[in-house]
């Protein structure tokens, strides 16, 4: 279990990560989300005590990270993939590790087998490509078979089958009862992944919540009937109080009706049902709609997630401009400028 | 807290896997030896042209470390590059993240890196001093004779020292090419043209190479050189005072400073 | 010009072989990539995307077969950078410059007018950064750098190798949608990624390479039915557990197969949904839920490479999979696993970087630095 406390990271007169206090908890895979900018790195290392807190604090099992003799035993962390010596072999970079943490030589093999590195362990890792490097970071992570696991965008470079890998690793280290810290961009990604959500926006926390209850917090959900008898199956949504929407295809679009009630329905009228499904938003609209209902984001004037082009995030202060519609009208003012 | 045998176990791990350890340290070493014999060698076959003052002050001894003003800079160089690539690779990151005790982590690294450097510096006096006397034929000295033993000995820790001030300011500098950037012209180039301008000369013997180079002297004022203020043990201890504020500079910036 | 447009944005790949001395990077490799639609380049790590993509931008000189733009070969194109754009690798800036300066001295190399640089920059957002260093630039600061590169020239051809990385939600949403509407204007827009649930999103047309060859050149829609099988979700009322039994017997009588998911719903394969509600029907079973379901790209994708001929040895990664003494490592299988036929498998195998003799026919080099092109810090 890691434990935030009331963490803030200032930088000069900049406000990093603001009293943020939040539990990530052991047996799910927790995802941590925030645009660009948002604290989420400094949040991270300042849970490994590479930056020093302005205030507040974190815990680790109950106690702080200096305070853990052999800490890699405790929590395991992929933060930069690149965090290691080029000039030294794979095999040679977990070992040293592995030694400052009286982890057996043996587990460095072991690892490197598990990420599938064996064949180029005896290679200096600064010709690895951005994939292998990764894969070497998550070694790293295991190497202590901690009970603690943190990943900052642990599929970066990884291709297809890297990142199904990687998924189905996290999940299963969480099964085992192992608390598992995931931050990502990807928001597709992060959907299959995680079982609970920390959202951050502007060093703030902006949600604590589980996936399934983020979604359903901040994007429409509905249900969508199918019948052979449409006229029949309206008529019965309209007296249960339903108003349901005809969409392309035939099917209607129910708000605020559960499968179980609209299936209770029919069976009770006798109406066929051809299909009969719950549509959820996706996590990348909830997480839109969520950053854009913040109120700092409203200070910039930005993202609406309806619109077809949001603009892009803010580097550092500066606010974003509507660059994305710009583009569309500038396509063609381009052309004619060439 | 972590086992500082494990800690030195695992610096000894990381300095022996890069192969800058290698060719730094066998720079400093050939490069002081073979310049030492080839100026040994100069002296020999051109004593008779000094000038009778030069002749008479004549120290064998330190004519067989004149190869070190260069040597020294590979010593520079391992030492940067110990501290150095952490940051420059990221690893230190890593290796903080293993090792959470800052002060404990240093203090493995330098003295691991320190031991290393101190053996070849040892390794390198000895050999440019027996090297250096076979080729000054009859103007040599001995090992046995007064205060040369002290003179060897001296060289070594004075190599061991220039690599443990490097690694300190690499510390505090966070970076292998500000710290080559400074230290290099530094010991190469400012420090010795400033000891030859007569003003900046009574500044410049303070610096920690002109101070702790003394201990290498055993004729006091060799080669018609300036009379110092100190002593060889004296001017090794002011070279210790630099290293000294250097390494607690050091550790106040790993110490505060997000990593 | 008797070219018509449509002809002149299309890349079209004849026999396309690349070998660097004994190893075929690319072999006989045909395609062609249409305008008005974003085609997708898919393929493992090592299976010869990037020196396809190279040979099309003329950095790579292929062995045999050629590769060509609107009919010519890159090089031949008159003013490429107005009608060919690229994002292949971001760190392929001089760091020393700023953002600015890089695109001005990019514009001027093909007479692209100063103006068109600040309409890029703030196309992708960069106005802010515009006169800052790109050495000080993240990730994701590259990338835009990149595509506002790439998009210049105004040109009519794109292609982008893995134009997310790096890049935040907004970001990658961002990218997306530009990548759509670039599409929508007619242009031709081909985009290689490793993020299956993001190219879903992206493409409508897919091009898939394994071992330097052509495995799969259709639309996304017919890829994965093809690659694999739809299925319907069936859950009855909660706490009637024989209302299940008794449709999962009907239903694996009229021919279907049945699994049980997590949470108790039915999974449904071989019957359309219409029948699966005259079963319920028949056998009195009220439902709850029938949902219509579509393997994902990704499932679809592992399908058709692991079908590709021994890419994988997986073999001996289980082996090491079982020495793990970390209870949860050995291959657990889940009720359903989410490829069914691997469960949870092992990493990819070293060999599609390096080593294994398999890839190593594949790799560009068998050496680790497989692919100079692949998004790689410096460090």
Request: glycine share 10%.
């Amino acid at each position: 279990m890691i434990e935030l406390e009331g963490l803030s990271k200032r930088f000069g007169a900049k406000v990093a990560v603001d009293r943020l206090s939040f539990q990530v908890r052991p047996g799910v895979v927790t995802g941590f989300l925030g645009p660009n900018g948002a604290g989420k790195s400094t949040t991270m290392r300042m849970m490994l005590d590479l930056d020093n807190p302005t205030s507040g604090s974190v815990r680790i099992d109950g106690r702080h990270y200096r305070e853990l003799a052999e800490p890699l035993k405790y929590i395991g962390a992929l933060l930069d993939a690149k965090a290691m010596h080029g000039g030294r072999s794979a095999y040679n970079n977990l070992l040293c590790l592995a030694q400052a943490n009286r982890i057996p030589a043996s587990r460095v093999s072991e690892v490197l087998d598990i990420v599938g590195l064996t064949a180029v362990a005896r290679k200096k890792s600064k010709g690895f490509s951005l994939g292998m490097g990764q894969r070497l970071g998550i070694a790293s992570a295991l190497l202590g078979d901690p009970e603690i696991l943190m990943f900052d965008e642990p599929v970066n470079g990884l291709d297809p089958e890297g990142i199904h890998w990687i998924r189905n690793l996290m999940k299963q280290l969480a099964a085992e009862g192992r608390t598992i810290f995931v931050s990502s961009h990807l928001m597709s990604e992060m959907a299959l992944t995680a079982d609970h959500l920390i959202v951050i926006g502007q060093g703030r926390l902006l949600a604590d919540t589980t996936m399934a209850a983020f979604i359903q917090e901040n994007s429409r959900s509905y249900a969508r009937v199918r019948s052979p008898q449409p006229e029949r199956l309206r008529d019965l949504l309209h007296t249960a109080g339903f108003t349901p929407v005809e969409v392309a295809g035939g099917a209607l679009e129910v708000d605020g009706a559960s499968t179980e009630r609209l299936g209770e329905l029919a069976a009770e009228h006798g109406v066929v049902l051809h299909e009969l499904s719950a549509q959820r938003a996706s996590l990348e609209e909830a997480f839109m709609q969520m950053t854009a209902g913040s109120v700092e984001y409203h200070a910039h004037g930005t993202s609406d997630p309806g619109r077809s082009a949001p603009p892009g995030p803010r580097w550092g202060e500066g606010p974003p401009a509507d660059t994305g519609p710009r583009w569309g009208a500038g396509g063609g003012s381009g052309t004619e400028g060439i | 807290m972590a086992s500082l045998p494990a800690v030195l176990q695992s610096e000894w791990t990381k300095i022996r896997t890069v192969s800058s350890t290698i060719w730094t340290l066998a720079a400093a070493f050939l490069v002081t030896v073979a310049v030492s014999a080839a100026l040994c060698a100069l002296f020999r076959s051109t004593f008779d042209d000094l000038s009778p003052a030069q002749r008479l002050t004549f120290d064998p001894t330190l004519a067989s470390f004149s190869g070190m003003t260069l040597g020294q800079l590979a010593m520079v160089v391992f030492g940067v590059l110990v501290v150095g690539t952490e940051y420059s690779s990221g690893m230190i990151r890593t290796s903080l993240a293993a090792v959470p005790q800052r002060g404990t982590f240093l203090f493995g690294k330098l003295a691991v890196a320190t031991v290393l450097a101190l053996a070849v510096g040892m390794a390198t006096s000895f050999a440019a001093f027996f090297l250096g006397q076979a080729l000054l034929g009859e103007h040599r000295t001995t090992i046995g004779a007064e205060n040369v033993l002290r003179a060897v000995v001296g060289g070594g820790l004075y190599m061991g020292l220039i690599a443990l001030f490097s690694m300190a300011v690499a510390t505090m500098l966070r970076s292998s090419m500000l710290s080559l950037g400074i230290l290099m012209p530094f010991f190469f180039l400012v420090s010795q043209i400033l000891a030859a301008v007569p003003k900046a000369k009574t500044v410049a013997r303070y610096f920690p190479d002109q101070a702790g180079a003394r201990i290498m002297q055993v004729v006091p004022d060799a080669l018609g050189g300036t009379k110092v203020p100190y002593g060889p043990w004296e001017g090794l201890g002011i070279m210790l005072i630099w290293v000294l504020v250097a390494l607690a500079g050091g550790y106040a910036v790993l110490k505060r400073r997000d990593a | 010009m008797t070219r018509s447009r449509w002809g002149w944005r299309m890349i079209e790949a004849v026999g396309l072989t690349k070998r660097y001395g004994a190893k075929t990077a690319v072999y006989n490799l045909s395609f062609q990539v249409r305008p008005g639609t974003v085609t997708g380049f898919l393929g493992p790590n090592g299976a010869g995307k990037s020196t396809t993509m190279r040979m099309i931008l003329g950095l790579d000189t292929p062995t045999e077969g050629k590769v060509t733009i609107g009919g010519l070969p890159f090089r031949q194109t008159p003013n490429a950078p107005r009608q060919v754009g690229a994002l292949l690798d971001a760190k392929a800036v001089h760091g020393g410059r700023s953002a600015r300066n890089h695109l001005l001295s990019l514009a001027q190399l093909s007479g692209i007018p100063a103006r068109r640089v600040d309409e890029v920059l703030g196309v992708v957002g960069l106005q802010d950064v515009a006169r800052k260093r790109s050495k000080g630039f993240s990730l994701g600061m590259g990338q835009r750098l990149g595509i506002a590169a790439a998009l210049l020239g105004d040109p009519q051809v794109l292609l982008f190798d893995e134009p997310v990385n790096g890049l935040d939600p907004e970001g990658i949403l961002w990218v997306r949608n530009l990548m759509k509407r670039l599409a929508s204007e007619g242009r031709t827009v081909f985009v290689s990624s490793h993020l299956m649930s993001e190219m879903a999103l992206t493409a409508d047309h897919l091009i898939v390479i394994g071992r330097g060859q052509l495995l799969a050149d259709m639309s996304v829609t017919d890829f994965i039915s093809t690659n694999s099988a739809d299925f319907a979700r069936v859950r009855t009322p909660d706490g009637e557990p024989q209302s299940r039994e008794k449709l999962s017997a009907a239903l694996s009588g009229a021919g279907a197969q049945v699994l049980t998911e997590p949470d108790g719903a039915l999974r449904v394969t071989g019957l359309p949904l219409p029948r699966i509600s005259d079963l319920a029907h028949g056998s009195d079973v009220r439902l709850w839920e029938l949902s219509p379901h579509r393997a994902s790209l990704e499932e679809a994708y592992m399908r058709m490479t692991q079908g590709a001929v021994d890419y994988r040895s997986t073999v001996d990664q289980k082996a090491g999979l079982t020495q793990q003494p970390q209870p949860g490592f050995g291959a657990p299988r889940q009720q359903i696993p989410e490829v069914p036929q691997q469960g949870f498998y092992a990493p990819p195998p070293p060999g599609s970087y390096a080593g294994a003799p398999a890839a190593a026919q594949a790799a560009p080099t068998a050496a680790a630095p497989a692919d100079p092109t692949k998004p790689e810090d410096p460090r």
